[in-house]
């Protein structure tokens, strides 16, 4: 603190992130990444890439990235939006769709970046309780807002909604935007890319962060209808002109062009995360259905605080989310490689 701070710093309260180590020995299951890596076709083009041109500014508009992005999904590069991660593309989508006169809605637990982007803004927000089975309940959503924000699947819960869900609400609330934050739609949820070009209030945001292993890389894209985009170029320039560097975009570009380590990668997790349900099933947890690149468990006797210590303890690190009270029991695992599966099964066994 320091009397120099403008009155609107001390109000703000940050997003914490979980714990990156600086102990390599830790097997990380706190923060979701994906153990497989990104695509070596990335890798190459980012070596082949790093060199005396990086003088240079890169291109403001990422062209490559969008084009690659825009063939991948069948739309147009006019439809197609790129940040600094997708934590950047929400930023930018707060400020220019959810500051309105109506509160913005977004489920009561799901991704604790909503609240913190709302206090930076200023923006008034309501939240809809989660269904008895954590279940994320659209039509409990009332029409009269000022947005609506959900990820498909919930995080950190990790279930996913149904695409006719999705359009049902769409049908309904026609008068204000509908963002649908996909940051782990590709481990086992429909994208609703499908429906932007049917429903004018409709973007979608994804991450390259989880499902093509680029987390260092900080790449996320929106998809919508064309005047939604120009909303968040308008902000874009008017906050950042170059949030991607070159080697970012040639690297998210080479990503979408190679699906098949992306579908290898993501089948290989997705399998993983049906035996680390079996597995944690059997050690006595209450595991909830998830269709993301983590599990949200609960187990029956020992309390999240306690058990997250004891996994420290045994070198696994895994998140847990004090509140609110309704899951303060859970704890949010992210699947790893067999051999990190192995150790954190190994970790419990020695604690339980
Ligand atoms: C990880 C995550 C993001 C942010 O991803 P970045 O692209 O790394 O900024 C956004 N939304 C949800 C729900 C996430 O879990």
């Known amino acids: 603190m320091s009397r120099f701070w403008s009155p609107f710093v001390h109000d703000l309260v940050p997003y914490v992130p979980g714990e990156q180590p600086k102990l390599s020995r830790l097997v990380k299951l706190n923060t979701n990444e994906n153990p497989y890596g990104p695509s070596p076709r990335a890798l190459e083009a980012i070596r082949s890439a790093a060199d005396d041109s990086l003088k240079l500014y890169p291109d403001p508009d990422a062209s490559l990235l969008k084009h690659a992005i825009a063939n991948y999904y069948s739309v147009d590069a006019s439809e197609v939006f ?70 498909n699947p919930n995080a950190p819960t990790g279930i996913p909604l149904p695409l006719a869900d999705i359009e049902g609400l769409l049908r309904r609330n026609t008068e204000s935007l509908v963002v649908v934050d996909e940051a782990y739609v590709d481990f086992g949820a429909d994208t609703a890319i499908a ?21 260092g890389m900080r790449i996320g894209l929106a998809v919508g209808q064309a005047p939604l985009i120009e909303a968040l170029e308008r902000i874009k320039n008017s906050f950042n002109s170059y949030p991607l560097d070159k080697l970012a975009i040639i690297a998210g570009a080479a990503a979408f062009e190679d699906e098949a380590w992306f579908r290898g990668t993501c089948q290989k997790v997705i399998d993983s995360r049906e035996l680390v349900r079996e597995c944690l099933t059997r050690r006595g947890f209450d595991v909830l259905p998830s269709a993301a690149n983590f599990v949200f468990a609960r187990h029956d006797s020992r309390s999240g605080a306690d058990l997250a210590t004891a996994l420290r303890k045994h070198g696994v690190i895994v998140r847990h989310f004090g509140k609110p009270e309704r899951i303060s029991d859970f704890l949010r695992i992210t699947i790893g490689t067999p051999e990190q599966n192995q150790a954190l099964f190994e970790a419990l066994d020695a604690e339980l």
């Open 195 to 215: 429906l932007v070009s049917r429903y004018p209030n409709l973007l979608v945001t994804q991450t390259l962060s989880k499902s093509r292993s680029l987390a």
């Open 82 to 151: 790129v940040g600094n991660g997708s934590d950047e593309v929400l930023a930018h989508l707060f400020l220019g769709f959810f500051k309105q006169d109506k509160p913005l809605l977004f489920p009561d637990i799901t991704y604790s970046f909503y609240k913190v982007y709302c206090g930076l803004y200023q923006i008034d927000y309501q939240t809809i309780p989660l269904a008895e089975d954590f279940a994320i309940c659209l039509k409990d959503f009332p029409t009269d807002n000022g947005g609506i924000i959900f990820p």
